[in-house]
């Protein structure tokens, strides 16, 4: 059982749902709190362990790369006005050289063919893939450590992250049919791309975070579409299901879809409120706007998770 060292970032959305803010920046670098997005899930697969970081990008992503690099300009400016907490900040969110790899999806073909995109930077070992989209929020081990444990516990295989919809929201997702048991872990017995209303195997959603086989690429290379005319990955880890072993995971965490704009705006509420110097301020502020406006608190339970 190979360890896992790297972690795959498909990257190259256009972030259409986001326009107009996303017209000129990567929807990957609107800022939850204080730091972009896809910071948030690099700091999750370092905390798993990940030591090399591969990026699939496209077309105008530049600043993607430049957020993982160093910053001379900036740095001289701290250094010059004392400012060494934020130089040591920068410094510990800093990949080590050679630790960032970049390359390009030239055409937006879906899921699968960016994961395919990333084949030569992998090479013949078993990685994480994790959706730039999906910020997860535990109390403890961050949701791919949790899959990690997981991964080693039942001797390697696949891994894929699960929780659960509703199930007639099921038909909007890559569900996965499972074998009885208490979980949180089960091993796969199917899996379904946007199933039809009404014929998902199960009401557990496949939620963006993945430990796959290097075997996966030899699959994906078919180039086969799926729905939405894509080079769907959920088609490419059925067909792999058939030769090794897959178990779906349900971590203890709380998902946010920072793909949608209330997922969004729901990620941004829930971590100020973790944070010890915004917490007071920033609820209290809420509840004048909630007071001012005289509307009840609202939220969407599709948008914000919470794995039972």
């Known amino acids: 059982m190979k360890r896992i060292r790297k972690a795959v970032f498909p990257v190259a959305g256009l972030g259409t749902r986001f326009l107009p803010a996303t017209k000129?920046?990567?929807?990957?670098?609107?800022?939850?709190?204080?730091?972009?997005?896809?910071?948030?899930?690099?700091?999750?697969?370092?905390?798993?362990g990940i030591e090399h970081f591969i990026f699939v990008t496209g077309r105008n992503k530049h600043v993607i790369e430049d957020h993982f690099d160093r910053s001379v300009e900036l740095e001289m400016t701290l250094r010059e006005k004392a400012k060494l907490a934020e130089i040591n900040m920068l410094e510990e969110l800093m990949p080590g050289a050679g630790q960032t790899s970049f390359t390009r999806q030239q055409a937006?073909?879906?899921?699968?063919?960016?994961?395919?995109?990333a084949r030569d930077l992998v090479?013949?070992?078993?990685?994480?893939?994790?959706?730039?989209?999906?910020?997860?929020?535990?109390?403890?081990?961050?949701?791919?450590?949790?899959?990690?444990?997981?991964y080693h516990?039942?001797?390697?295989?696949?891994?894929?992250?699960?929780?659960r919809v509703?199930?007639?929201?099921?038909?909007?997702?890559?569900?996965?049919?499972?074998?009885?048991?208490?979980?949180?872990?089960?091993p796969v017995r199917n899996m379904v791309e946007k199933p039809k209303p009404g014929t998902a195997p199960?009401?557990?959603y496949i939620m963006g975070r993945y430990i796959l086989q290097p075997e996966i690429f030899g699959i994906l290379a078919s180039q086969e579409r799926g729905a939405g005319d894509e080079i769907q990955l959920t088609d490419a880890m059925l067909k792999l299901l058939a030769?090794?072993?897959f178990v779906a995971f349900e971590h203890d965490g709380q998902t946010f879809d920072c793909g949608s704009k209330l997922g969004f705006l729901l990620a941004n509420v829930a971590l100020a409120l973790e944070d010890g110097a915004l917490a007071g301020p920033f609820s209290q502020g809420i509840r004048d706007i909630l007071d001012g406006s005289g509307k009840a608190k609202t939220a969407r339970p599709a948008l914000v998770r919470r794995a039972v």
């Open 202 to 204: 199960s009401n557990l």
């Open 243 to 245: 030769s090794q072993s």
């Open 123 to 150: 090479g013949d070992e078993p990685f994480a893939l994790l959706l730039p989209d999906m910020i997860v929020k535990t109390e403890g081990k961050s949701c791919l450590a949790q899959m990690m444990d997981v």
């Open 24 to 48: 000129a920046m990567p929807k990957e670098m609107l800022t939850v709190v204080d730091r972009p997005v896809i910071q948030h899930v690099v700091d999750e697969a370092r905390e798993a």
């Open 166 to 186: 509703d199930a007639k929201e099921a038909h909007k997702f890559g569900i996965v049919g499972i074998a009885d048991g208490p979980g949180p872990v089960w």
């Open 108 to 117: 937006p073909l879906g899921l699968g063919h960016a994961v395919w995109c």
């Open 153 to 163: 516990d039942v001797g390697g295989g696949n891994v894929v992250g699960v929780e």
